[in-house]
């Protein structure tokens, strides 16, 4: 099964979201490109109040794809002495599941 490597970052320095802009449909590119991996990762700022439970949330999601889809293959959850908190999910999923998850 072919797998697709994506992270997801989180971290605090103010509320807002970034995503890197679709220049080909992502379906599009994935079927023409059989064979080929590719690694997507998405970037998020949060509120650190908001941070532990976002990570949470994409962790259920991938498990709820089963470990036949979806692994997760790295977490972190670093508080600062200041408070701030930076935070990363990697997970591995499915080529054919990917798309959805992210």
Request: proline share 5%; glycine share 10%; charged share 20%.
């Amino acid at each position: 099964m072919r797998w697709l490597v994506m992270g997801v970052t989180a971290c605090v320095v103010m509320a807002g979201c970034s995503k890197a802009p679709d220049n080909d449909g992502p379906g599009e590119a994935a079927t023409r490109a059989k064979g080929v991996a590719f690694a997507y990762r998405y970037d998020f700022r949060l509120p650190s109040v908001g941070i532990a439970d976002a990570q949470e949330a994409q962790a259920e999601a991938c498990e709820q794809l089963t470990p036949a889809r979806c692994r997760i293959t790295g977490m972190t959850y670093r508080l600062d002495g200041a408070g701030s908190v930076a935070a990363s999910l990697d997970v591995a999923v499915a080529a054919p599941a990917a798309r959805g998850f992210g």
